[in-house]
């Protein structure tokens, strides 16, 4: 079948965060991505548009699936080589924080690149840290670009969006250590990491803001061993992050 342009149109829309907040739904692209949606809990999937190349193998009445020929699908994707299928998905209701179990937990100081924070929520994924608390600047959970990076890490993932200055005090009184990674902060292999770690990271160009700095109860830092500048906050994360689980496996 053929999309009509309205229906064009509006799937397109969604790649403009405006219309994904307005409609609470957001865009997945691609075979491997669709399966593992296909397949969790979190999210509910609105409608399925797929090529003829591509079998749904589950068929579910909570969702439509429609047909549609390879050029509709490239008018409606983000990518430059679409991938037989595409999926509309309903925004996920607000969670509660919870703050009682003994792990790490993570913390984004206004970053703002989508690939950066869908590699984020991936790395940490790997290194069993499922919830993440954004500060409000930071760049949209459900840009595609955050999803595809996310390699279906964030169907897993316990994703916040706060005032991170409004959280701190929670965290504190929950035992949480306040640690945020800074080029003045002490050697993170010469650190001992606590169970319940609050880690925070910066932003790409300017790093956690002095506030949140001053809230800190250790800085900690990545030592330097080239001529680099710095590193991307995504690397930086999971330089961190598999430190912590060497000392608290």
């Given at each position: 079948m053929?999309l009509?342009?309205?229906?064009?149109?509006?799937?397109?829309?969604l790649?403009q965060?405006?219309y994904?907040d307005?409609?609470?739904?957001?865009?997945?692209?691609?075979?491997?991505?669709?399966?593992e949606l296909?397949?969790?809990?979190?999210?509910?999937?609105?409608?399925i548009?797929?090529?003829?190349?591509?079998?749904?193998?589950?068929?579910?009445?909570?969702?439509?699936?429609?047909?549609?020929?390879?050029?509709?699908?490239?008018r409606?994707s983000?990518l430059?080589?679409?991938?037989?299928?595409?999926?509309?998905?309903r925004?996920?209701?607000?969670?509660?924080?919870?703050l009682t179990k003994?792990?790490?937990?993570?913390?984004l100081?206004?970053?703002k690149?989508?690939?950066n924070?869908g590699?984020?929520?991936?790395?940490?994924?790997w290194?069993?840290?499922?919830?993440?608390?954004?500060?409000?600047?930071t760049?949209?959970?459900?840009?595609?670009?955050?999803i595809q990076?996310?390699?279906g890490?964030?169907?897993?993932?316990?994703?916040?969006y706060?005032?991170?200055?409004q959280?701190?005090?929670?965290l504190?009184?929950?035992?949480?250590?306040?640690?945020?990674?800074?080029?003045?902060?002490?050697?993170?292999y010469?650190?001992?990491?606590?169970?319940?770690?609050?880690?925070?990271?910066?932003?790409?160009?300017?790093?956690?803001?002095t506030?949140?700095?001053?809230?800190?109860?250790?800085?900690i830092?990545?030592?330097k061993?080239?001529?680099?500048e710095?590193?991307?906050?995504?690397?930086?994360?999971?330089?961190i992050?598999?430190?912590?689980?060497?000392q608290?496996?």
């Open positions: 053929s009509t342009k309205n229906e064009i149109k509006f799937v397109k829309s790649h965060k405006k994904r307005s409609n609470q739904l957001f865009i997945v692209e691609g075979e491997k991505l669709i399966q296909l397949s969790q809990k979190q999210y509910k999937i609105e409608c548009y797929h090529t003829q190349d591509y079998s749904i193998t589950e068929q579910n009445e909570a969702f439509s699936t429609f047909l549609i020929s390879k050029s509709d699908l490239e409606i983000n430059k080589t679409p991938n037989k299928v595409l999926a509309t998905v925004f996920k209701e607000e969670e509660d924080l919870d003994k792990k790490l937990v993570l913390l100081d206004e970053v690149d989508p690939g924070l590699t984020i929520i991936r790395t940490a994924n290194f069993g840290v499922d919830q993440i608390i954004c500060s409000k600047n760049v949209d959970l459900y840009n595609p670009k955050t990076a996310s390699m890490a964030i169907y897993e993932a316990h994703i916040h706060r005032y991170l200055l959280i701190l005090p929670a504190k009184a929950a035992d949480y250590i306040l640690t945020g990674a800074s080029l003045t902060g002490e050697n993170i010469q650190t001992s990491f606590k169970e319940k770690t609050a880690l925070i990271m910066g932003s790409e160009s300017h790093g956690i803001s506030e949140i700095m001053q809230a800190l109860d250790q800085a830092l990545i030592p061993y080239g001529t680099a710095s590193l991307n906050v995504g690397i930086a994360t999971g330089i992050l598999a430190e912590y689980k060497r608290l496996p």
